[in-house]
């Protein structure tokens, strides 16, 4: 029997991938950019055992036989092709990130199960290996596996993975609106906005392009062009779903009152930007020195809608994947 246990925590995009050219291998239609943040750990720990006649997930101590375990059981079917066993394994996640609520609870899932069950079953893969990896899971895992600014490159199944690329510290200012599960899963929502979106095909070519000139503000140090990409892809992308039929709309009208209290921030002289990915939930970059005054601004905009209750944290940029020791300190 032999155990290990990772951790990995979730990545929000400035770039975002939305829509894959390979739906089995989980490559992505374009490149993309994002920030490893440093809260909502995912902790998990893969006990491989001959004894087991099949696979077992437990997510935060609830025993799991559903769709979330199949594609655990998928996902672990992947590194015993390559590790060449037929062993099955227990799976114990500890998940802090709100499950399905578009805060990238995959990303930080799949990161940690592929930095865990890689060394439980004894593969020896450096950081593209666990990149691509993790990938096959869920696409925007690819980048929890790298820490601060990550770079996850479109390509085939040898090229495509995420690397860290040098960046400015970046804060970001989590508000988490609705921590119930989606309604349509981001899978289901590329999938339909390839197929029905007729500015599917925009979308591809203006992410490319802001993807290079994000890469180039990032190594310049240029936050106000950081933040203005940011903003400009997150809208383009939930612009481009919306026109998909039936049409994908995942931000709320707290979502939209967020985005409008960020532009007049700017207004004020702060540079703060907004992003939001498959959920109403905003995600706000700005100077780390700016950071408390955004989140305040944020609470006071969120306190202002009734009935609301929303969470508004302040991270900053993140570890990358990896083991740790059962008790919790770093192996
Ligand atoms: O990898 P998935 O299925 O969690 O898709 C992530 C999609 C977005 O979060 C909306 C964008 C992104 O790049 O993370």
């Known amino acids: 029997m032999t155990t290990a246990t990772a951790q990995a925590h979730p990545n929000i995009a400035l770039i975002k991938y939305w829509g894959k050219s390979d739906e089995s291998m989980s490559l992505p239609a374009t490149g993309s950019l994002s920030l490893t943040l440093d809260i909502f750990p995912t902790t998990t720990t893969v006990e491989v055992d001959e004894a087991l006649t099949a696979d077992a997930f437990e997510l935060n101590g609830t025993v799991r036989d559903d769709d979330a375990a199949r594609r655990v059981s998928t ?13 099955h394994a227990r799976v114990r996640s500890t998940n802090t990130v709100p499950t399905g609520a578009g805060l990238a609870s995959s990303a930080s899932g799949f990161a940690a199960l592929a930095v865990a069950a890689s060394a439980a079953y004894g593969l020896d893969l450096d950081e593209p290996g666990l990149s691509r990896l993790a990938r096959r899971g869920s696409g925007s895992a690819s980048r929890s596996i790298i820490p601060n600014v990550a770079l996850w490159t479109e390509g085939d199944d040898a090229s495509s993975y995420a690397r860290e690329v ?22 289901v929502a590329m999938r339909r906005t390839i197929e029905t979106s007729p500015f599917f095909p925009a979308w591809v070519t203006s992410t490319r392009v802001s993807l290079d000139e994000m890469v180039a503000a990032c190594a310049a140090g240029d936050f106000t062009r950081i933040g203005e990409l940011t903003e400009a892809n997150a809208l383009r992308m939930h612009a481009t779903m919306q026109a998909a039929e039936p049409a994908i709309r995942y931000l709320s009208p707290a979502s939209i009152a967020l985005f409008d209290r960020v532009v007049a921030l700017r207004a004020e002289g702060i540079e703060a930007y907004a992003t939001a990915d498959a959920g109403p939930n905003v995600a706000v970059i700005c100077p780390p020195a700016d950071a408390e005054r955004v989140a305040a601004a944020l609470r006071e905009t969120t306190a202002a809608i009734p009935g609301l209750s929303a969470e508004v944290l302040v991270a900053g940029p993140g570890p990358g994947a990896h083991l740790v020791d059962p008790a919790g300190g770093a192996a």
Do not use: N
């Not at 079917?77 to 037929?86: F, N």
């Not at 040098?166 to 899978?187: C, E, F, N, Q, Y």
């Open 75 to 87: 996902f672990l079917d992947l590194v015993r092709a390559q590790a060449g066993t037929g062993a």
């Open 166 to 187: 040098p960046a400015p510290t970046i804060a970001m200012v989590v508000v988490t609106l609705d921590a119930g599960a989606k309604h349509v899963s981001s899978r």
